[in-house]
């Protein structure tokens, strides 16, 4: 269930301040071996390419910007793309050459083109889901995919299991499918876990239900971080709502503070 109210159960001057630490998350402007990987991106729609260009960049590639078929078929000849994402009318003029063999390719839909979808889920719909281009380019391009879009952040939270009173953590990381509590107390992969942890900026809370799937013992390795990573239990439709929306949001004020020149980005943007 979802609570409303920015007050809930957590002490006035922890939840305050968390908040000013919300956005220091480990920000990922470039892969930690330094080798970035080359995307071809293509539209004539400059403020989607100006939406999209600074999200793929974020997630750590380099990012090859054309606005017409002749652009791109000159960063074709010249670079090496692991992957195009091509507005699907550039796809209809011959002007543009695809390689062989075929690369992955991700068509961007165009209101002026009559190109029917290559085949199911290789269409990027606008308003563009940042949750499912995030997984189309993990599972295409990456050795081991993640499959959701997670958030590295710090927010207050508290969990409990079936008949113990409420510990609070700090939750480290969310997704829409689960989250890592940093914690000192000793778990087991396959407990049952109830948490709550506040949407801060929306005046909502949540309390969700899952199953420990991991634990982290402290080591030098990690700074002698100790926790363990929960998957939720299924969403309903409310849950899924507000989670999704919170995370897109704190991840595009994310983007903004790592990519120069960007501004505010706000979800609005996606809408376009």
């Keep these: 269930a979802s609570r409303h109210g920015s007050a809930g159960p957590f002490p006035a001057s922890r939840t305050q301040s968390a908040a000013g630490h919300t956005l220091a998350h480990r920000r990922i402007c470039q ?78 839909a165009h209101p002026r083109s009559g190109r029917a979808e290559p085949s199911p889920g290789l269409t990027l719909t606008v308003p563009v889901d940042i949750f499912a281009l995030f997984s189309f380019i993990q599972s295409m391009v990456e050795h081991h995919p993640r499959r959701n879009l997670r958030l590295q952040l710090r927010l207050p939270g508290m969990y409990c299991t079936k008949g113990t009173e409420f510990v609070l953590a700090d939750v480290m990381s969310l997704s829409v499918s689960g989250l890592f509590f940093r914690s000192p107390l000793r778990l087991a992969a396959g407990d049952r876990v109830t948490a709550v942890f506040p949407l801060l900026g929306h005046g909502l809370e949540m309390e969700l239900e899952g199953t420990v799937l991991y634990v982290i013992e402290p080591s030098p390795a990690n700074n002698y971080a100790q926790g363990f990573g929960m998957g939720f239990d299924a969403l309903n439709q409310e849950q899924r709502t507000l989670l999704t929306r919170f995370i897109e949001e704190k991840f595009l004020s994310e983007v903004s503070g790592c990519q120069a020149g960007v501004g505010n980005f706000s979800s609005s943007q996606l809408r376009r």
Aim: charged share 15%; aromatic share 4%; glycine share 4%.
């Design 31 to 108: 892969p930690a071996d330094g080798k970035m990987k080359n995307l071809l991106l293509a539209d004539d729609r400059l403020d989607l390419l100006n939406t999209l260009e600074p999200i793929l960049k974020h997630w750590g590639y380099r990012v090859l910007t054309a606005s017409d078929a002749t652009q791109a078929q000159a960063f074709l000849a010249s670079s090496s793309p692991v992957m195009l994402l091509i507005g699907s009318n550039l796809l209809e003029n011959p002007a543009l050459l695809l390689p062989s063999p075929p690369l992955p390719l991700l068509a961007i």
